[in-house]
């Protein structure tokens, strides 16, 4: 099986997201933390591209809203 580079970016979306949540839950990445909050932006933003391309629209849909609550979270922090 040969992975395409939309694989790829899925792969990454899903290692950050997933990731990022089980340090949460073993307490050694806060909520709050920056590096959380960038984590599941940019997981969510690999997970939209994924989803666009294998025509996954309700997917996409909450993969986006992910992003935006990500985004907001970002800009109320500067």
Same mark, same amino acid.
């Given at each position: 099986?040969?992975?395409?580079?939309?694989?790829? !970016? &899925?792969? $990454?979306?899903? =290692?950050?997201? #997933?990731?990022?949540?089980?340090?949460?839950?073993?307490?050694?990445?806060?909520?709050?933390?920056?590096?959380?909050?960038?984590?599941?932006? !940019? &997981?969510? $933003?690999?997970? =939209?591209?994924? #989803?666009?391309?294998?025509?996954?629209?309700?997917?996409?849909?909450?993969?986006?809203?992910?992003?935006?609550?990500?985004?907001?979270?970002?800009?109320?922090?500067?």
């Amino acid at each position: 099986m040969q992975l395409n580079i939309v694989e790829i !970016i &899925g792969w $990454i979306g899903a =290692v950050l997201v #997933t990731g990022s949540y089980f340090l949460n839950i073993q307490g050694k990445l806060d909520a709050k933390d920056a590096r959380y909050i960038w984590a599941n932006a !940019i &997981g969510g $933003i690999c997970f =939209v591209i994924n #989803t666009y391309f294998h025509h996954a629209y309700p997917s996409m849909a909450v993969n986006i809203i992910w992003v935006l609550i990500a985004a907001i979270a970002i800009f109320r922090k500067k």
